[in-house]
């Protein structure tokens, strides 16, 4: 599902227009990306749980050349499906 299809779903269910469904998506990954950015964990119960990780600096290789690369340390977003969600599935 794309951002585009979410919005027309969610304007589909509430009934309200695509213009003010699009307002409410974009609103929740503002407020996911805030609290990430200021606490590092987003948890919402029944999706899961959004989490800031740190890698460290390490030595990868370029699969088309095999020359090694050095990637920088930086900050990836970590998700953790809730059991509930997982459970649905199956």
């Known amino acids: 599902m ?10 589909g269910e509430t009934g309200l227009t695509k213009a003010a469904s699009k307002e409410v998506v974009d609103a929740i990954i503002l407020q996911i990306t805030k609290t990430l950015k200021k606490e590092g964990r987003f948890a919402m119960f029944g999706l899961g749980v959004f989490e800031v990780v740190k890698r460290k ?4 290789r370029n699969p088309r050349t095999k020359e090694p690369a050095v990637v920088k340390a930086h900050k990836a977003i970590k998700f ?3 059991k509930s969600l997982k459970d649905s599935l199956n």
Do not use: F, N, Q, Y
Not at 2 to 11: G, P, R
Not at 57 to 60: G, M, P, S
């Open 2 to 11: 794309t951002k585009s299809e979410l919005i027309a779903h969610v304007a």
């Open 57 to 60: 600096k390490r030595i990868a």
């Open 80 to 82: 953790k499906v809730a």
